[in-house]
């Protein structure tokens, strides 16, 4: 069984940054991602990486903005945030897995806890 562990969450003013970490305890699956969910709403998809390829793939709306990132001797994966915006208050979660529909809950097997962030105007 895979354990993925998130840390770097936090509170942030409008217009700062945050960095956020997740280690996977072992490495059976080629991608690891990001998904968030704000109260009320759905859990949604962020950002992707291929272990093997090296290839990312983002949501509209975080383009530019974030940046996903991968240290491959620990088993970790980053998110970093940028121009973070009061709507960017969500629980982020880890994920990782091999299925096809990267930009869906449906293409990952193992998931972090969540780690909370919070936005403020």
């Known amino acids: 069984q895979v354990q993925l562990v998130e840390s770097g969450g936090g509170l942030v003013q409008a217009g700062g940054s945050l960095r956020l970490s997740c280690a996977a305890s072992s490495r059976t699956f080629s991608r690891m991602g990001w998904f968030r969910q704000a109260p009320g709403k759905e859990r949604e998809f962020v950002a992707t990486v291929n272990w093997n390829t090296g290839s990312t793939f983002y949501a509209d709306s975080m383009k530019g903005r974030f940046t996903i990132s991968g240290d491959n001797a620990k088993n970790t994966v980053f998110l970093q945030m940028n121009s973070l915006k009061p709507e960017d208050t969500a629980v982020y979660y880890c994920?990782?897995?091999?299925?096809?529909?990267?930009?869906?809950?449906?293409?990952?097997?193992?998931w972090g806890q969540g780690t909370q962030v919070t936005v403020s105007s």
């Open positions: 994920a990782a897995g091999s299925g096809l529909l990267y930009r869906t809950i449906r293409g990952y097997d193992y």
